[in-house]
């Protein structure tokens, strides 16, 4: 079984950039679709990311488009976004997931693998 844990968020200043990670453990996730979503309080769980096995595509929200990148390197099972030109509205927990199969899936049910998220504050 894969385990994921993000870690990266803290508290930066609006305009600030970060990066976040997800290591995996117990199989490796070269061939899993990864993902990022986010949940800030009293709001549902949204997609931001994902990413196809082999990094060759990749899907973003719109609302992080152009500022967001995710990316994955394999040799080190190791899930990253990196976070540009960030909001206050980017405040949230930051969970990463994996599935099978295909990257473009957008709904939290379609990943059956998540992590435990790491709080990411953005103040203005």
């Known amino acids: 079984q894969v385990q994921l844990v993000e870690s990266g968020g803290r508290l930066v200043q609006a305009g600030d950039s970060l990066r976040l990670s997800c290591a995996a453990s117990?199989?490796?996730?070269?061939?899993?679709?990864m993902a990022w979503f986010r949940q800030a309080t009293g709001k549902d769980r949204e997609f931001v990311s994902s990413i196809s096995w082999s990094s060759s595509d990749t899907y973003y929200a719109d609302s992080v488009k152009g500022r967001f990148t995710i990316s994955r390197d394999n040799t080190k099972n190791t899930l990253y976004l990196q976070m540009n030109s960030l909001k206050p509205e980017d405040t949230a927990i930051y969970y990463c997931?994996?599935?099978?199969?295909?990257?473009?899936?957008?709904?939290?049910?379609?990943?059956?693998?998540w992590g435990r998220g790491t709080q990411v504050t953005v103040s203005s």
């Open positions: 117990g199989r490796t996730i070269s061939t899993a679709a």
């Open positions: 997931a994996a599935k099978s199969g295909s990257y473009y899936y957008t709904k939290p049910w379609d990943y059956n693998i």
